[in-house]
């Protein structure tokens, strides 16, 4: 594994994939290195993809991925279901360090890390997880025709989210530790102003009730410290996002956030030879066609790169 490699793409899911299909098309033969737990990125963690073009039937998120990976390979990428554990980007060579202690040299290294929800930290949050806890009310919400909705957070996400689960719900209540919202001041009016979303102050969620679905929480007021248990079909966690840039810290330039800056439109690192996409570098949009398009650009932008050196 120590010959000079033309490029090795740190990560899978939907940008790292597509920047593997686009890589090796090129006849780049990229080496992707996919996680050892986190391969495919977060789309395995959903279940039906709605909204992924090309599927009028939708599809499962695993299937949608394993898809990608197949295409990948066809063209002569090679996958290592490891992760890289150390990274030195500077310089002309890039050196990367694997889970079993493999060292890669790389003229160009695509980073396709992704990003992770944050959780509330809950024992029963995890173990609910798709059944009836949710991180993403686009991906889930059509699941909740008529039901009664939590949903946590106190941001533009969480009030987006909120609004966007009430065309499904029957009812949506937004739990906030504070008693006031950190979200803009139009997303704040728009949740405000909607008759479908009741909002419960100063008050956290410490547990998720029911056997194999959530069927409530049990919630503490911050104020006046009471505990009480409340019916609910589903939990929304619209608590925010963490890039997975923890190896990239002090090697590229990233926002406050922790998102990896690039120039302009293009997907172009502080670091030469050095490309982000997908959500490592996307506040905005987190979609698995946003997604997989700046793993698309991320390819050509490192393809121009190679053969100009």
């Known amino acids: ?19 593997a299909i686009y890589a090796a098309r090129a006849e780049l033969s990229p080496i992707v290195y996919e996680g050892s737990v986190t391969a495919g990125g977060a789309l395995m963690n959903t279940t039906e993809v709605e909204n992924f073009p090309g599927f009028p039937e939708g599809v499962m998120g695993p299937e949608l991925m394993d898809s990608l990976r197949k295409q990948a390979e066809k063209f002569g990428a090679k996958l290592i279901t490891d992760d890289i554990v150390e990274m030195d980007l500077s310089g002309e060579i890039k050196t ?3 889970g079993s202690g493999n060292t890669l040299k790389a003229k160009s290294v ?11 930290g809950l024992e029963n949050e995890k173990r ?11 991906c889930d919400g059509f699941f909740f025709r008529e039901k009664v909705l939590a949903v946590v957070g106190g941001g533009d996400s969480a009030m987006e989210e909120a609004n966007f689960l009430t065309r499904f ?7 906030h530790r504070r008693d006031s919202l950190r979200a803009s001041k139009i997303m704040a009016e728009r949740a405000q102003a909607n008759p479908k ?25 911050l104020v006046t410290n009471e505990v009480s248990e409340k019916a609910f079909d589903g939990l929304f966690v619209a608590i925010g996002h963490v890039p997975r840039s923890e190896l990239l810290t002090g090697q ?46 991320a390819a050509l932008d490192a393809e121009r790169f190679l053969s100009g050196h």
């Open 110 to 120: 695509i980073l396709a890390t992704g990003s992770a929800y944050k959780e509330i």
């Open 197 to 221: 979303i009741e909002f419960i102050w100063n008050t956290e969620v410490i547990d998720v009730l029911g056997a194999d679905k959530v069927e409530g929480l049990k919630l503490r007021n």
């Open 1 to 19: 594994m120590s010959d000079l490699h033309e490029l090795v793409i740190v990560g899978s899911g939907p940008a790292g994939y597509t920047a």
């Open 128 to 138: 609910l997880s798709g059944r009836g806890v949710s991180w993403c009310a686009t």
């Open 252 to 297: 590229i330039d990233l926002d406050s956030e922790g998102y990896v800056k690039v120039e302009g439109r293009t997907t172009n690192t502080n670091q030469k030879g050095v490309f982000a996409c997908g959500d490592l570098v996307d506040h905005t949009y987190r979609q698995a066609i946003t997604a997989a398009g700046s793993g698309c650009a």
């Open 96 to 98: 990367l360090k694997d």
């Open 169 to 175: 719900a029957s009812k949506v209540y937004l739990i």
